[in-house]
């Protein structure tokens, strides 16, 4: 597609319960990265993958927290047992630069999933 | 430790009211100070990415400088379109790490 494409746009759960959230980046792009929105907090970044791989996953708040990315492509975010805490909009960005590289800056961002932890 | 600081946190101005925002930062090693900008419900849009004292990028109405200390982003005759969060962020690592942003309204 055009540009990174999230889905769901919202969901609610109930504590406890486990979530995925899915993350289709633009076509050839292969650096993808997780980031989360809390109301009043800034940008907090979760999982950078390069290709498949994720070499760093330093931002996963708790072992709750997965992603995994196959074919190089859609990535998907798991959160087990969610708890209030994980209400956040959950943002999926994607470059053709790798993490790290001089102009690696320029991240083309996805509108995010909105989670609502009853 | 590394990190940028947004001011102010909110900025109102009346269209045409030219105006800065301002990012300062303590980075070690400075690898690209860069600007976004993030309308409500959307995801953040890049804007411009600085990598040395001096520089300065332009677009439309925006002005965007750095210096050792600060970056701003300086808005010409602003008008109602321009309203957003602007967010400044460097590299950490593999990724960005990002300021609490500068939410700008204009008005008619």
């Known amino acids: 597609g055009a540009g990174v494409s999230q889905s769901p746009s919202n969901k609610v759960t109930e504590k406890g319960k486990d979530v995925e959230l899915r993350c289709d980046p633009i076509?050839?792009?292969?650096?993808l990265y997780w980031y989360r929105q809390s109301l009043g907090q800034g940008l907090e970044f979760l999982i950078y993958?390069?290709?498949?791989?994720?070499?760093?996953k330093s931002g996963l708040p708790s072992d709750r927290f997965s992603a995994e990315r196959t074919g190089g492509s859609v990535s998907t975010l798991t959160i087990q047992r969610t708890q209030q805490e994980d209400s956040a909009v959950y943002l999926c960005?994607?470059?053709?630069?790798?993490?790290?590289?001089?102009?690696?800056?320029?991240?083309?961002f996805g509108e995010g999933s909105r989670l609502t932890v009853l | 430790e590394d990190q940028v600081t947004q001011s102010p946190e909110a900025l109102r101005l009346q269209e045409g009211e030219s105006s800065s925002l301002n990012c300062s930062y303590t980075v070690s090693g400075l690898r690209g100070l860069f600007w976004y900008r993030q309308d409500p419900g959307k995801g953040p849009e890049f804007l411009f990415t600085?990598?040395?004292a001096g520089e300065e990028k332009e677009k439309e109405r925006l002005k965007a400088t750095l210096t050792k200390k600060e970056s701003f982003l300086h808005i010409t005759a602003p008008k109602p379109e321009d309203s957003a969060t602007y967010l400044c962020?460097?590299?950490?690592?593999?990724?960005?790490?990002f300021g609490k942003g500068t939410s700008l309204l204009v008005t008619p």
């Open positions: 076509s050839g792009h292969t650096a």
């Open positions: 960005a994607s470059s053709s630069r790798a993490g790290g590289d001089v102009g690696g800056g320029e991240l083309f």
């Open positions: 600085l990598y040395s």
């Open positions: 962020a460097y590299l950490s690592g593999y990724a960005l790490n």
């Open positions: 993958f390069q290709g498949n791989s994720a070499p760093d």
